[in-house]
């Protein structure tokens, strides 16, 4: 049988890695597209290594990314992400990545789907998950998305060229409120969590409530099988609550805890006057080995939000929140304010670099 070929780039986008394809080159979203994306990827696969696509056998490496006319005033872009599962047949479009999302701008000036100018080019994006605008500046160098640059991104290794996203009115965007059950905080599974929808919903509980530091290794929380399985129980009631079941990506779930000394992945030490908060998450079952980034800002959002675990943890933060995760120290810039007497996410800015690292056609049976 032979094999279809379908225009394909291969990108590095923060912390993650993505399959980004033309939506003008894929069938309508159904079950056929997702045939797709999941065969490129290589996925189902039970032995969990993705071996026969291009995933890399873990969420962050098990993503896809569809580039098409913007459908929205004020947009460049259309952007619809979507995470699939290693060991089943599912795509999930429910949530967006933000790592991803960092790729978005790039793809579209290298891909010639905005005009560019040398210096920096805004690059305005309708993420179709979330129904929200983000506005990325990408470095531009003769034309096309600049690569080499002096910011260093906790967990990539190298320097890059830094890519700025500005998450516009990020709350509400899987649930419609910023706070889904109107409350700061509820009881799930006999402890406190704090249920919040910014950028993607999540839920947030004390690391001390299920017995742990909030700073051990991916790997350590992974091989915990009973505490997995709590946090996937807490996990799928706070969706229900949510008014979101049924999806294997959203809410994530996120362990919090107050400024703590850690080491991360690459041997360096960290401080705890270096963060205002740490914390591990939970992405498709497992502990991200830095932390997902549409996480990273709901947390930031969270931090600034009255009667929150995540703010009793780090305390009045001034600027930044700088959240300490298993990679490294990331800042997050978030503006919270009120509307209507109530809680107002007004932005949220993320720094990343992104790469293009391959380009050409995927082969789909």
């Known amino acids: 049988m032979s094999q279809q070929r379908i225009r394909a780039v291969y990108m590095r986008g923060g912390t993650s890695r993505c399959l980004v394809l033309h939506e003008g080159d894929?069938?309508?979203?159904?079950?056929?597209?997702?045939?797709?994306?999941?065969?490129?990827?290589?996925?189902?696969d039970p032995y969990g290594r993705q071996l026969d696509g291009l995933g890399g056998g873990i969420s962050s490496l098990s993503k896809a990314c569809i580039i098409g006319p913007a459908t929205r005033p004020g947009a460049d872009v259309d952007y619809t992400f979507a995470q699939v599962d290693v060991k089943t047949p599912v795509v999930d479009y429910k949530g967006n990545c933000g790592n991803c999302s960092s790729a978005v701008?790039?793809?579209?000036?290298?891909?010639?789907?905005?005009?560019?100018?040398?210096?920096?080019t805004l690059v305005r994006v309708h993420n179709t998950n979330t129904k929200k605008l983000i506005v990325a500046h990408v470095p531009v160098t003769d034309g096309e998305a600049?690569?080499?640059?002096?910011?260093?991104?906790?967990?990539?290794?190298?320097?890059?060229?830094r890519i700025a996203l500005d998450f516009l009115d990020p709350g509400g965007a899987g649930t419609g409120r910023l706070?889904?059950?109107?409350?700061?905080?509820?009881?799930?599974?006999?402890?406190?969590?704090?249920?919040?929808?910014?950028?993607?919903?999540?839920?947030?509980?004390?690391?001390?409530?299920?017995?742990?530091t909030g700073t051990e290794p991916p790997h350590a929380i992974d091989a915990d099988r009973t505490l997995s399985a709590r946090?996937?129980?807490?996990r799928i009631e706070a969706a229900?609550?949510?008014?979101?079941?049924?999806?294997?990506?959203?809410?994530?779930?996120a362990v919090v805890a107050p400024p703590t000394a850690f080491t991360a992945l690459d041997g360096a030490t960290h401080d705890a006057h270096d963060v205002d908060v740490v914390a591990r998450v939970i992405s498709m079952g497992h502990c991200h080995r830095a932390f997902a980034l549409t996480a990273a800002m709901c947390l930031a959002v969270a931090a600034r939000l009255e009667g929150t675990v995540v703010r009793e943890c780090a305390g009045a933060v001034r600027g930044d929140v700088r959240l300490g995760h298993p990679s490294g120290v990331l800042p997050v810039a978030a503006r919270v304010g009120a509307r209507e007497g109530r809680a107002w996410a007004e932005s949220v800015t993320v720094y990343r670099t992104a790469r293009r690292l391959m380009e050409g056609f995927v082969r789909i049976p």
């Open 26 to 44: 894929l069938p309508p979203a159904g079950p056929e597209r997702d045939r797709i994306l999941l065969a490129a990827l290589g996925s189902p």
């Open 240 to 253: 229900r609550r949510m008014g979101i079941p049924g999806s294997a990506a959203v809410p994530k779930v």
């Open 231 to 234: 946090l996937e129980a807490i």
């Open 105 to 120: 701008g790039p793809f579209a000036i290298d891909e010639r789907l905005v005009k560019a100018s040398d210096g920096e």
């Open 146 to 161: 600049a690569v080499a640059g002096d910011f260093e991104l906790a967990g990539v290794p190298g320097r890059g060229a």
């Open 179 to 212: 706070l889904p059950t109107g409350a700061p905080r509820e009881t799930l599974d006999g402890l406190e969590a704090s249920l919040v929808d910014a950028t993607n919903p999540l839920v947030f509980v004390r690391a001390k409530d299920v017995g742990l």
